[in-house]
Structure formats: C-alpha cells, structure tokens
C-alpha cells in the first residue's frame, strides 16, 4: 500500500505562486508515475502534471509554461507560478505502482482571487 499526504494549497491572488507537495508512504520502491490531478465543483478531475520514475513530465495544455511538476525520491512537488482564477480546485496528488495499484490523497484546496 501507499500512503500520500498532500501539503502547501491556500488562497492567492491571481498571478501569484503556490507550491504543493505531497509526501509518499509505504510501498514508495514500487510507484512508477506520481502527478497531480485537479477538480473543481462540478466537474470531472482532470490531470495537471505527471512525472515518470525515469523523469519525464507531461502536462495540461491549460497549465504549460506555468506549472512545474518535480520528483524527489518519494516526494512529488508541484510548482504554479502565475495562477489563474480557473486554477481554483482541489489539487489531488496521485501515484501509480509498477504492477497498476493506483493511489490517491486526500486533496487540498488552491483558491485563486481575481
């Protein structure tokens, strides 16, 4: 099993930063992909940002150029520079063992003000 906890979501003003962290516990030897998903009220959630154990990263188009996603050992971090108001959701951290268990967190709130 995996074990995220998600840390650093708050409320900014547009074309502010935030940075998210999430921290991996448990079976971390075994997760190949972790990233970052978002959902805000009434839609479906959506991928932000992925980084693969060998290190590459895949991003929204909504988010590219702004969002920087980066891999410490078992820690994922997500760096968001000039936030939008339609950058406000629930940031979801999400990792992915080799063999396909799929875990999520627990979710934390980014608001962005206009």
């Known amino acids: 099993q995996v074990q995220l906890v998600e840390s650093g979501g708050g409320l900014v003003q547009a074309g502010g930063s935030l940075r998210l962290s999430c921290a991996a516990s448990g079976s971390t030897l075994s997760i190949d992909v972790m990233g970052w998903y978002r959902q805000a009220p009434g839609k479906q959630r959506d991928v932000v940002a992925i980084i693969h154990s060998g290190g590459p990263t895949n991003y929204a188009d909504s988010v590219n150029g702004r969002f920087t996603i980066s891999r410490d050992k078992s820690t994922v971090y997500l760096q968001m520079n000039s936030l939008k108001p339609e950058d406000t959701a629930v940031y979801y951290c999400?990792?992915?063992?080799?063999?396909?268990?799929?875990?999520w967190g627990q979710g934390t709130q980014v608001t962005v003000s206009s």
């Open positions: 999400n990792a992915v063992q080799w063999h396909g268990g799929t875990w």
